[in-house]
């Protein structure tokens, strides 16, 4: 099984170092209405695209960069990122354009910074109307891609003494959004005098990063 893993671990950085040889990785952090901080802490992502290139081959662009979901420029991004502590609110040509970006391969990475959970699962139903949040498995591909996480997504900021859960969406088998509840893994991605997370804890947020990032561009 180690020998399998390591194979599956090599295959992978091989492709997706082929893949991006002559692009520069970017996420793009998702603009949204309804009054909720959609831009709070924006290092959080540029701290983890230096991350992934200081320890793999792919090439990134650490720069803040953020979208509306009304724009064309959302499927310039493979992956936008989600977060803030309030509301949410999609129109019906927002929900339908964020369903036509994640049909087209698109990825969405949404991380409850606590107080966007009731929101978010309220915005997302417009979305898909068609299927229910489901939680991930830990035995999915997203927790070994990369890292092994054999208990899901680790606990990096402590909200309500609750255990830390993923959820998301599919289309065609593919998860296309992963969504983290009591476990607030951008947190520690951000500089570390901000939440003052000791290092290995900041390690692990890393560590899941680079797993979600690799699972979106290689699904």
């Known amino acids: 099984m180690k ?37 709070n802490d924006p290092n959080e992502e540029v701290n983890l695209l230096k991350y992934i290139s200081s320890i793999t081959q792919i090439k990134t662009k650490p720069e803040y960069v953020f979208v509306d979901i009304n724009s064309d420029r959302i499927f310039n991004y493979p992956i936008l990122f989600m977060t803030g502590h309030g509301n949410i609110s999609f129109t019906e040509s927002e929900a339908k354009r964020l369903r036509k970006y994640l049909e087209n391969g698109g990825f969405l990475y949404a991380d409850d ?10 915005e997302m139903k417009k979305v898909f109307p068609d299927q229910e949040l489901k939680e991930i498995p830990y035995n999915h591909p997203i927790y070994h ?24 969406y599919f289309l065609n088998g593919r998860l296309c959004v992963y969504y983290t509840y009591e476990s607030n893994i951008s947190d520690g991605w951000n ?19 680079t797993n979600i990032i690799i699972y979106a561009l290689t699904h």
């Open 3 to 39: 020998l399998r893993f390591l194979f599956t671990v090599i295959f992978m950085f091989c492709f997706i170092s082929s893949m991006l040889a002559q692009h520069e990785l970017q996420i793009a952090r998702l603009k949204y209405s309804g009054g909720g901080d959609w831009y």
């Open 191 to 209: 500089d570390p005098e901000v939440y003052n997370n000791p290092p290995e804890i900041r390690e692990l947020a890393f560590k899941m990063g």
């Open 145 to 168: 891609c990369f890292y092994r996480f054999d208990n899901g997504p680790p606990k990096i900021h402590e909200h309500d003494n609750k255990p830390p859960q993923a959820f998301g």
């Open 113 to 122: 910074d606590y107080g966007m959970d009731q929101a978010f699962r309220r």
